[in-house]
């Protein structure tokens, strides 16, 4: 492997139409491919898009397209070539020995985004599971002459640091004990939250694809502190903050980790203690860019995700978010709201379209939760007085002429 830093990459990157992707597609699947490998700084020179009629075993593409992948990276004086698709361990090897340059795929890509992300014990266990799952088969086919002692991708964080040679055996028990250790975490987690959801308190996951603005909606909607970043995947670890609404009850949000598109399956697998929080919600928030021209692509891979993870039969509300700016694909996002009620447009800059957010919200929660309303004359002193002697009053709204009680059933 060349061991270089992650400003002195020059990375080709080659993305492949293997499903009769039209030229609007493609040119998506590339802006996300640059984007990625600039959240780990790393600098794109040129990209190459193949055709894939029949996947090569050796290689995943033909010949002739490797030779062709080889003379632009030798133009652009390229030092890694990216392969914006899952290749197999013995893909990779051959690749590298015809390029005679490192290659990265997309599941080794997000895994290294994700391992600068990881803040938190629980983070970083669950990236060292989606390594050690990843280098599995890898190490079953044999070395990678290119990769030999990498700690992480080449000049992302943590270079340098020793990458031990794993034979099967000790890859799989070291699998086994990270599964182990990220259970005994989940289960704390969900004793923690079991006491903050002591009593009837409704929950709400905000989900959706990676930098929509889940975390800014969350700030926006509690007025507490969240990080936020105009990165890929700033958020890993979810975040848990409570909201009182209007009517006296209080609700748990909770930002999850983004989606992407062709999440590796063995990524949700390292990370389902932290994609658990969509199936543990009571309800859940689809957050959308209002300002993505992908939107539409976004929307499917986050409801695909969900499926996956048996989340779709929640009450979901759908946010455009970012109405502030200038919408991306206008149709889109009009059909997108045609087919998913509600829907609702907001802006955590300028606090345009919260309060209906949250106003649904409030019904979810009276709806969800054993809780009731009820609405009396002011000159019903009687009734009044007996809500009184019942209690179980979470809060009294005094209008001119009546007054409304929301009440524990």
């Given at each position: 492997?060349?061991?270089?830093?992650?400003?002195?990459?020059?990375?080709?990157?080659?993305?492949?139409?293997?499903?009769?992707?039209?030229?609007?597609?493609?040119?998506?699947?590339?802006?996300?491919?640059i984007n990625l490998l600039d959240t780990l700084g790393l600098h794109v020179v040129s990209t190459l898009t193949f055709p894939i009629k029949s996947i090569n075993s050796a290689t995943y593409i033909g010949s002739g397209q490797a030779e062709e992948v080889k003379l632009h990276a030798l133009q652009f004086d390229a030092t890694l070539v990216y392969f914006d698709t899952a290749l197999s361990g013995r893909n990779n090897r051959n690749l590298e020995a015809l390029l005679e340059l490192p290659v990265m795929d997309r599941n080794e890509l997000i895994i290294e985004i994700f391992a600068t992300r990881a803040r938190t014990r629980e983070a970083r266990l669950q990236v060292a599971l989606a390594r050690c799952q990843f280098l599995?088969?890898?190490?079953?086919?044999?070395?990678?002459?290119?990769?030999?002692?990498?700690?992480?991708?080449?000049?992302?964080?943590?270079e340098g640091e020793r990458q031990i040679e794993l034979d099967r055996r000790r890859l799989e028990e070291e699998i086994g004990r990270l599964k182990k250790e990220i259970e005994t975490v989940r289960r704390q987690r969900r004793t923690q939250r079991k006491r903050r959801l002591a009593g009837d308190t409704v929950s709400f996951a905000l989900v959706g694809y990676t930098n929509s603005g889940k975390s800014s909606l969350l700030k926006a909607l509690t007025g507490q502190d969240t990080f936020c970043e105009d990165k890929l995947f700033a958020t890993l670890d979810p975040l848990e903050r409570t909201l009182e609404l209007d009517i006296g009850l209080k609700v748990l949000l909770c930002d999850t980790v983004g989606f992407v598109s062709r999440l590796p399956h063995f990524l949700i697998d390292a990370f389902s203690s932290t994609l658990e929080e969509a199936t543990l919600a009571d309800?859940?928030?689809?957050v959308l860019d209002g300002s993505d021209e992908k939107i539409v692509d976004d929307y499917e891979t986050t409801l695909s995700v969900?499926?996956?993870?048996?989340?779709?039969?929640k009450p979901m509300a759908v946010v455009f978010n970012k109405c502030d700016m200038e919408r991306g694909d206008e149709v889109g996002l009009a059909t997108i709201a045609a087919m998913r009620k509600p829907?609702?447009?907001?802006?955590?800059?300028?606090?345009?379209?919260?309060?209906?957010l949250k106003s649904w919200m409030k019904d979810q929660a009276l709806s969800l939760s054993h809780v009731e309303r009820i609405t009396l004359a002011l000159d019903d002193a009687q009734a009044i007085a007996e809500v009184y002697a019942q209690g179980g009053i979470i809060s009294a709204d005094y209008q001119a002429e009546s007054v409304t009680f929301t009440l524990r059933k």
């Open positions: 492997m060349i061991e270089t830093s992650a400003s002195e990459e020059r990375v080709l990157v080659v993305t492949l139409a293997e499903n009769g992707e039209d030229d609007n597609a493609l040119r998506r699947m590339d802006e996300e491919a599995l088969p890898r190490l079953k086919q044999g070395a990678n002459p290119y990769s030999q002692q990498r700690g992480g991708v080449r000049g992302a964080k943590g309800a859940l928030i689809l969900l499926g996956e993870l048996e989340a779709l039969d829907s609702f447009s907001t802006s955590a800059k300028t606090g345009e379209g919260l309060e209906a």
